[in-house]
């Protein structure tokens, strides 16, 4: 499974969402995908003020900090196993 990160390279919250993202990953085993939304306009419109935001397809987890709960509930709901 993937998820998205849109981020933006100047941004302290996202290299600090991307940076608590890295354990969920050694322990779930999910793919991360990090997109700078100032190189996309459609998601500069659409998610410009909520950036960071962590994403499944078009389903948003959570915006501007890592709700660990959120993430936790979303991926036991995809029935990933804790390695």
Not at 9 to 13: G, T
Not at 47 to 50: G, T, V
Not at 74 to 81: D, E, K, T, V
């Given at each position: 499974m993937t998820?998205?990160?849109?981020f933006r390279?100047?941004?302290?919250?996202c290299h600090r969402m991307r940076a608590d993202l890295q354990p969920y990953q050694a322990r779930y085993g999910f793919e991360l995908a990090v997109l700078d939304v100032d190189d996309d306009p459609e998601?500069?419109?659409r998610?410009?003020?909520?950036v960071p935001v962590?994403?499944?397809g078009d389903t948003e987890i959570c915006?501007?900090?890592l709700d660990e709960a959120a993430l936790q509930r979303?991926?036991?709901?995809?029935?990933?196993?804790e390695r």
């Open positions: 998820l998205t990160l849109l390279e100047y941004c302290s919250l998601l500069e419109t998610y410009n003020e909520l962590l994403l499944h915006h501007w900090h979303f991926l036991q709901q995809q029935g990933l196993p």
